[in-house]
């Protein structure tokens, strides 16, 4: 079974429609935001246009009002936003998430401080983070650490992360190469 996991889409409509369209081709049914994905049209957009579950953990660019709000409104049954909706601007513990898919418990979040602390925790397979829009890996004792990229392609090329809970494998997809 595979996840996409997507950070820092940065309201780049068509760049995160070409990925949506990729995901859904690839049959791939949940997807993992670490966060920026920044307003709540944008969410909309997802949910138009891939029907499997998406979880969300905010990062520091999101409208997490005008997020948390359209959820509610709407009553998305696919869309499930991770920790709390902070009470102050600033607040980077908020959007702390984890899944079990496939046996293996995944983490993520935006900001690479608390990913880093989620991985020395020992509680995950495999922690994802966003915030510096750099394709990234590391090991932190026996848990990976991983930065997707950024989909919005700033700084860096476009990417997004697929991983095969069965295999184990990580592959980094470059949004202009893709088929």
Request: charged share 25%.
């Amino acid at each position: 079974m595979k996840i996409a996991v997507i950070s820092d889409s940065h309201d780049n409509m068509p760049n995160l429609r070409k990925a949506l369209r990729w995901i859904e081709k690839e049959k791939i049914k949940t997807i993992l935001h670490c966060g920026d994905i920044c307003n709540s049209d944008t969410l909309w957009e997802m949910t138009a246009l891939f029907s499997g579950k998406i979880y969300i953990a905010f990062g520091n660019a999101d409208d997490r009002l005008g997020i948390t709000e359209l959820v509610k409104v709407k009553k998305f049954s696919n869309v499930f936003l991770c920790g709390e909706v902070p009470q102050r601007a600033g607040s980077r513990h908020s959007g702390i998430g984890e899944v079990v898919v496939g046996g293996k418990k995944i983490g993520f979040c935006h900001f690479p401080e608390i990913a880093r602390e989620m991985a020395e925790s020992g509680k995950y397979n495999i922690v994802f983070h966003g915030h510096t829009h750099k394709p990234w890996e590391s090991k932190v004792s026996h848990c990976r650490l991983v930065n997707p990229g950024n989909l919005a392609g700033l700084f860096y090329k476009a990417s997004f992360a697929v991983y095969d809970v069965e295999t184990e494998k990580l592959e980094l997809k470059i949004l202009e190469i893709l088929d």
